[in-house]
């Protein structure tokens, strides 16, 4: 059964774009620059993350301003942020934030005409395939399937994809749902139609929705997965529905997607995502009821499958029905049950109403086409439940929309004032040799960078991160966990300069910051010195040298237990001790000069280690280690002046993946080249006239 690349015909196109007209006119203030009044979004966070490959676009590099350090291409999947730097190399007077709104809320606009697309391009259906969109675009269920969702309206009644856009930060799970259906589209393609291309374009849909976003990338596995299961020979009908090359073809467009996107996806980058994943996701553990329930949820689909062996036909009908289900089941276990049978299953609501639409509407257009005046009745009643369930949401959303919710400029937060005062103390009034981080938590962490270039000890995406010390480190000092009674200064301050912070931002309970997530703020009022004061709004100045210090093997850090940091500190803090400047050439370059290294010395460096650090010194490479803080240790020859230069290159699996992705593009290229030459001679080659 060949199916066509593009949707053809002109009225497609038109409809698709009539509702992405609307849902530009209901949605416009997704568009608009400012600070919104949801404080706990970690938008800023992603516009971070944007504005320093805008700045830094080598993927290979390193970034300094978050976590202590780590690999760019661990700082977060690709798609959004280069997207969105994109666009601020197009406008370079566009602020990070805003143009991160622009690209998501594009993205989410175009989110209900992908999906009618898909819709389309399996039913052949412009009326049903039209109200899937339209209902997805205005409608959300979730509001009346979860009473936990129905709770958390807030100021805005607009549906809960956008919902979780604005008030959580969603931006890039929207842009990778967006792309999910062209992705599908692929998937078909490839599994019914002949011809190398259609393989080509699933992969390609493979890579780009791997590259956006972890949560929509394991969804569009389980489509895969379903996708195979509903095809399989025992279903019926395989002689004409399962072509024998199918799961082969699929097989081959996930290698080639993965050869695609192995340049960033590399093996380390997966297993580090993946053992991070759980830690970040609230300590998710796969423990007996875990197992259990997603069990069921696999047991319950197979039945699903079982039910419709003797509808063979219906392929697309049980691919939205399975998909709709599993997600939901993920959904409900989260909401109902308090069960993740997978890490943060409450997030797939936003898969489950995608598929809620298009399974809704194509029982209903499967139902009308029978032409059956009892099945169109049931129709006529669907129809009617969903418009009385819907029409108040609507109703609402239209009326009211966004008029609640209103962006104010940066300068009126707390947030950015204090971030300005920390620019304006730190990176203009010292020079850079003299320099150390800021600890700066809740919704500043992520604001912070899309503002101003300084280090800091958090970022956004902790489930990169290959140095998880500071993050552990962070944690204790925040909540005072294992934090002797009496102690919690002195056990604090010694936490802050094993990071190498010079600046401590805490915000008390009555302040505008949305987290305040820094236990008892008021144990620093006589461990350190204030330097800046807004009410509920602090700034410490913590003691701090440097963050390279002359020390023996014996005498680093072996844990971030208190015990090892305690005597790690003493010595970093140490004014007996050669003072010994650090400067940064750039972002993957670290000078250090100053004082004689002692016989059987080094320095250790407060930058998180990682195998792609070099170190050299008079031209000669000398080894780099790792401490028991996650942080660069050389051994140096003694009696002799420090003058180190720390390299930052890439990791010789990082080289190996981006050949081979750069091999299978330019394989792509010249395949593409290469059939169009031979279409176009057998084009001359034809006779005139056929």
């Excluded at 993350?49 to 780590?70: D, K, M, Q, S």
């Excluded at 849909?205 to 095809?231: D, E, M, P, Q, R």
């Excluded at 330097?531 to 850090?557: C, K, N, Q, T």
């Excluded at 001790?577 to 370059?589: Q, Y």
Aim: proline content about 7%.
């Amino acid at each position: 059964m060949k199916q066509p690349l593009l949707v053809p015909g002109k009225w497609p196109w038109a409809v698709g774009l009539l509702i992405f007209a609307l849902n530009l006119a209901l949605n416009y203030p997704l568009f608009g620059g400012g600070e919104q009044p949801y404080r706990g979004s970690i938008e800023a966070g992603y516009a971070s993350i944007a504005r320093f490959f805008a700045t830094n676009p080598n993927p290979w590099g390193w970034n300094p301003w978050v976590y202590c350090g780590l690999p760019a291409q661990f700082t977060y999947l690709p798609v959004v942020p280069y997207s969105v730097a994109l666009l601020m190399w197009l406008a370079p007077g566009l602020e990070a934030l805003h143009a991160y709104r622009l690209v998501t809320g594009f993205m989410a606009c175009l989110g209900p005409v992908t999906l009618f697309l898909f819709s389309f391009l399996r039913t052949r259906s412009l009326r049903w395939s039209a109200m899937a969109a339209l209902a997805y675009s205005v409608f959300s269920p979730s509001y009346d399937l979860f009473e936990t969702v129905d709770k958390d309206r807030g100021l805005l009644p607009i549906p809960w994809r956008l919902h979780v856009m604005v008030k959580y930060g969603e931006g890039p799970h929207n842009f990778g749902l967006t792309l999910l259906p062209l992705a599908l589209i692929g998937i078909w393609s490839a599994g019914y139609g002949q011809g190398r291309g259609r393989v080509v374009l699933a992969a390609l849909g493979l890579a780009l929705v791997s590259l956006t976003h972890w949560i929509v990338a394991l969804a569009l596995a389980v489509c895969c997965l379903i996708f195979l299961l509903i095809h399989a020979p025992w279903l019926g009908g395989a002689p004409r529905v399962w072509p024998s090359a199918l799961p082969w073809r699929i097989v081959a467009a996930g290698l080639l997607g993965y050869g695609l996107a192995c340049f960033w996806l590399t093996p380390s980058f997966v297993q580090t995502v993946a053992l991070n994943w759980p830690k970040d996701a609230f300590g998710y553990q796969f423990l007996a009821q875990q197992r259990l329930v997603l069990a069921l949820i696999v047991t319950a689909t197979a039945g699903i499958i079982l039910l419709f062996r003797g509808w063979p036909q219906r392929r697309y009908l049980l691919f939205v029905t399975c998909c709709f289900f599993v997600f939901a089941a993920l959904a409900e276990s989260h909401y109902e049950f308090g069960l993740d049978p997978i890490p943060e299953s409450r997030r797939y609501t936003l898969e489950m109403e995608f598929f809620l639409a298009l399974a809704v509407t194509e029982w209903m257009r499967v139902a009308w086409e029978s032409r059956n005046a009892v099945n169109r009745f049931w129709v006529v009643v669907g129809v009617v439940m969903v418009l009385a369930a819907g029409l108040p949401q609507l109703w609402r959303y239209v009326l009211q929309g966004y008029s609640k919710w209103k962006l104010v400029p940066k300068e009126d937060t707390i947030e950015f004032r204090m971030a300005r005062w920390l620019h304006e103390r730190y990176a203009l009034s010292k020079p850079a040799a003299a320099r150390g981080r800021v600890l700066v938590s809740g919704g500043l962490r992520f604001r912070l960078n899309s503002w101003f270039d300084i280090p800091q000890i958090h970022g956004t995406f902790d489930s990169g991160v290959r140095n998880r010390a500071p993050l552990d480190l962070d944690y204790r000092f925040r909540s005072l966990k294992q934090v002797p009674a009496g102690k919690e200064a002195e056990e604090s301050l010694v936490m802050l300069q094993s990071l190498g912070v010079e600046y401590l931002v805490v915000h008390k309970a009555g302040s505008q910051e949305y987290y305040r997530d820094i236990q008892r703020p008021e144990r620093f009022e006589q461990a350190l010195e204030k330097v800046y004061d807004d009410g509920e709004d602090e700034i410490y100045r913590v003691p701090f040298r440097s963050l390279a210090h002359l020390m023996r093997p014996e005498e680093v850090a072996q844990s971030w237990q208190p015990s090892f940091t305690r005597r790690y500190v003493e010595l970093t803090q140490a004014t007996d001790r050669p003072l010994l400047e650090v400067e940064w050439k750039g972002t993957d370059e670290v000078r250090i000069r100053g004082g004689v290294n002692p016989p059987g010395g080094g320095v250790s460096i407060m930058v998180s280690y990682d195998p792609g650090w070099q170190a050299w010194q008079n031209g000669k490479q000398f080894p780099v280690y790792r401490d028991g803080l996650g942080y660069v240790y050389v051994l140096l020859p003694p009696e002799a002046p420090v003058q180190l230069e720390l390299r930052y290159r890439a990791r010789p699996e990082a080289r190996f993946c981006a050949g081979v992705s750069l091999a299978v593009w330019l394989s792509l290229v010249f395949l593409a080249f290469k059939q169009r030459r031979e279409n176009l001679r057998k084009a001359k080659a034809r006779p005139a006239g056929t």
